[in-house]
Structure formats: C-alpha cells, structure tokens
C-alpha cells in the first residue's frame, strides 16, 4: 500500500542504494553486464531471490498478525553532531551519534539507543550492549515470553558471535 500510493499519488520513487548491497546480487549484477554469467551463479542467484521473497512475506505476515510480539530493529545511519550549514563550522570535527532504534508491534512503541563515539564505537559488541539495553526495557514494559526479532542484513548486527551469544543469554535469563 505504501508503495502503490507514494508511486501513483505522488509519483515517487526509490532508488537503489549506493551501499549495504548485497554480496550475492552484486555477483550476479557484475556476471550478468560482463556477460561472464554461469549457471551456477544464476541458479544460486534465483535461490536468493526466492528467499528472499519468502523472507519479506513471513515478515509481513508476522507483522500484521497483533498476536505475535515482533520487534523490528535497525542501526540508523551515523548522525554527525552538530548539523550546521555555516562553511567554518562546516569542515571541523563532529562527535558521531549512532542510534538502535527498535519498533514493536503490538504496542506501536518505539525504543531507541543511543550513544556517541566517545563512549563506544558501533562494532558487533557495541550494539549488542544497545540491543541488550532495548530489550531490557522491553521486557520491564511488557509481559513478554515469546519475542519474534527482525532487522536488515547488517554484519554487526547479524552476522557477529558475540550479537548472537549476547541475544541467546538475554532470552535465557528474561524470556525464562
């Protein structure tokens, strides 16, 4: 729905992004324009999209469904502080502010972590400490036993030991 009206009522767009991209895709984008492209590179490409699609219509329908506590999570993009548009301010130092924003469902709130550079950078540790934080707060909230988690591809966020060791001890200890 969101699409269908920002593309017909307000002839919108999205564009692709420059970064974040997905190895595999990128794989098959290169293969494909040098036309260098293998079967094997398209089979698994096709397997990944497929996933892929797959993916987004569980997380939908998990989302849609008011009973299931799903919490949707991101790391927002690094947001240098202060944002000033005077040209000797313009090229000094800024401090780093990075934000773990997580959305859930059956409430519609909204959590958000956030610390600067000074104190942590933004490595798997660093927002698995934010993420511990939010789920903290979630559960002194909310009677919760059962909690569905989503978030994008990012590395620190998914791919890292120590992200998924801190998760595994938090639902241990809290979600008993």
Same mark, same amino acid.
């Given at each position: 729905?969101?699409?269908?009206?920002?593309?017909?009522?307000?002839n919108?767009?999205?564009?692709?992004?420059?970064?974040?991209?997905?190895d595999?895709?990128?794989?098959f984008?290169?293969?494909?324009?040098?036309?260098?492209?293998?079967?094997?590179?398209?089979?698994?490409?096709?397997?990944?999209?497929?996933?892929?699609?797959?993916?987004?219509?569980?997380?939908?329908?998990?989302?849609?469904?008011?009973?299931?506590p799903?919490?949707?999570?991101d790391?927002?993009?690094v947001?240098?502080?202060p944002?000033?548009?005077?040209? =000797?301010?313009?090229?000094?130092?800024?401090?780093?502010?990075?934000?773990?924003t997580?959305?859930?469902?059956?409430?519609?709130?909204?959590y958000?972590a956030l610390?600067s550079?000074?104190? =942590?950078?933004?490595?798997?540790?660093?927002i698995?400490?934010?993420?511990?934080?939010?789920?903290?707060?979630?559960?002194?909230?909310?009677?919760?036993?059962?909690?569905?988690?989503?978030?994008?591809?990012?590395?620190p966020?998914?791919?890292?030991?120590?992200?998924?060791?801190?998760f595994?001890?938090?639902?241990?200890?809290?979600?008993?």
């Amino acid at each position: 729905m969101y699409n269908r009206i920002f593309v017909t009522e307000f002839n919108l767009g999205f564009h692709f992004p420059k970064s974040d991209r997905c190895d595999l895709c990128e794989k098959f984008k290169v293969s494909k324009q040098a036309q260098t492209l293998t079967d094997d590179v398209k089979y698994e490409y096709d397997v990944h999209q497929t996933s892929k699609m797959n993916m987004r219509e569980v997380r939908s329908e998990e989302k849609k469904n008011k009973d299931l506590p799903v919490l949707l999570f991101d790391l927002q993009n690094v947001i240098p502080t202060p944002h000033v548009n005077i040209s =000797s301010l313009f090229y000094l130092r800024k401090l780093n502010i990075y934000n773990l924003t997580a959305y859930y469902t059956p409430t519609k709130q909204v959590y958000c972590a956030l610390w600067s550079e000074n104190l =942590s950078g933004r490595a798997g540790n660093d927002i698995a400490s934010a993420f511990h934080k939010i789920l903290t707060v979630l559960t002194e909230e909310n009677d919760i036993t059962v909690l569905i988690t989503w978030s994008d591809s990012s590395v620190p966020q998914n791919r890292i030991q120590s992200f998924q060791t801190q998760f595994c001890i938090f639902s241990r200890i809290i979600l008993k």
